[in-house]
């Protein structure tokens, strides 16, 4: 009796190191931003939508998250999915979402004299949560749900 023996395997052969058995990773490993669904999940509840849910949150060119390589020159189309949970109903609205020198650069780069944009919402900078508020606000003072419930008065022009 004794140990056995395995001939195909001799005690004094070489062990593969773990890195040649592992396959080659890129290390500049491309890296997804979130999807509409994550960003809309990441959004903190407003109170102010009652039961509405925002279930998806995107920009047509930009990534929500991140944002733009500048924050002071931001000019996209904003898609934002809505759930009513009472009626199961989903809907689109949209807002054009613009920063002044987003604008100035659209301007320019079109060569164009003036812009009409409905559903335009613009800011100092692309901050991600003061975009969300402004949209929320549009919505609560647009959609007929929130007509019986007092709203806060917005500033106009």
Same mark, same amino acid.
């Given at each position: 009796?004794?140990?056995?023996?395995?001939?195909?395997?001799?005690?004094?052969?070489?062990?593969?190191?773990?890195?040649?058995?592992?396959?080659?990773?890129?290390?500049?490993?491309? #890296? @997804?931003?979130?999807?509409?669904?994550?960003?809309?999940?990441?959004?903190?509840?407003?109170?102010?939508?009652?039961?509405?849910?925002?279930?998806? &949150? &995107? &920009?047509?060119?930009?990534? *929500?998250?991140?944002?733009?390589?500048?924050?002071? %020159?931001?000019?996209?189309e904003l898609h934002i +999915?809505?759930?009513?949970p009472d009626s199961g =109903?989903? $809907? @689109? +609205?949209? =807002?054009?979402?613009?920063?002044? +020198?987003?604008? *100035?650069?659209?301007?320019?780069?079109?060569? $164009?004299?003036?812009? =009409?944009?409905?559903?335009?919402? #613009?800011?100092?900078?692309?901050?991600?949560?003061?975009?969300?508020?402004?949209? %929320?606000?549009?919505?609560?003072?647009?959609?007929?749900?929130?007509?019986?419930?007092? +709203?806060?008065?917005?500033?106009?022009?």
């Open positions: 009796m004794g140990g056995m023996v395995r001939p195909e395997s001799p005690a004094d052969s070489p062990t593969p190191d773990a890195k040649e058995l592992l396959p080659e990773v890129d290390s500049r490993a491309t #890296v @997804w931003p979130p999807s509409a669904e994550e960003v809309a999940a990441s959004l903190p509840f407003d109170p102010s939508l009652g039961r509405l849910r925002i279930t998806k &949150f &995107f &920009f047509e060119k930009t990534d *929500a998250v991140p944002g733009p390589a500048d924050p002071e %020159v931001f000019a996209d +999915q809505l759930y009513d =109903h989903y $809907w @689109w +609205q949209s =807002h054009f979402v613009a920063t002044p +020198q987003g604008l *100035a650069m659209i301007l320019r780069e079109k060569a $164009w004299r003036y812009l =009409h944009a409905p559903d335009m919402l #613009v800011l100092p900078r692309y901050d991600l949560e003061e975009i969300r508020r402004a949209a %929320v606000s549009r919505i609560v003072a647009d959609h007929d749900f929130f007509t019986d419930k007092e +709203q806060p008065e917005e500033e106009t022009l």
